[in-house]
Nanobody
Framework: QVQLVESGGGLVQPGGSLRLSCVTS????????MSWYRRAPDKARELVAT????????NYADSVKGRFTISRDNGKNTVYLQMNILKPDDTAVYYC?????????WGQGTQVTVSS
């Protein structure tokens, strides 16, 4: 079955950086766009970034443009989210996502906390 496993979250000071990874299995990874979402306490889930199948096209939420970079390695079935200049408002659980035949698949999430 399709599995997505995130890692790389943690506690970081404002202005710091983190790199999230999402390792996938059970799917032909290179065929599907991949996305990162986040959910902050008491807020709706937010689409953070999306990368196309070959990795040549990306889209970002306005709140992270210029600070976050999504990328993928189709040889490793992995998608990444490089997060720089982190702010307290970036604190959330970050989820990896893909959609296959209208079915959404999610990882378990990884907590990112930005605090001094």
């Amino acid at each position: 079955q399709v599995q997505l496993v995130e890692s790389g979250g943690g506690l970081v000071q404002p202005g710091g950086s983190l790199r999230l990874s999402c390792v996938t299995s059970g799917l032909t990874f290179s065929r599907y766009a991949m996305s990162w979402y986040r959910r902050a306490p008491d807020k709706a889930r937010e689409l953070v970034a999306t990368v196309t199948t070959a990795g040549t096209g990306t889209n970002y939420a306005d709140s992270v443009k210029g600070r976050f970079t999504i990328s993928r390695d189709n040889g490793k079935n992995t998608v990444y989210l490089q997060m720089n200049i982190l702010k307290p408002d970036d604190t959330a659980v970050y989820y990896c996502n893909t959609r296959i035949w209208s079915q959404d698949y999610w990882g378990q999430g990884t907590q990112v906390t930005v605090s001094s």
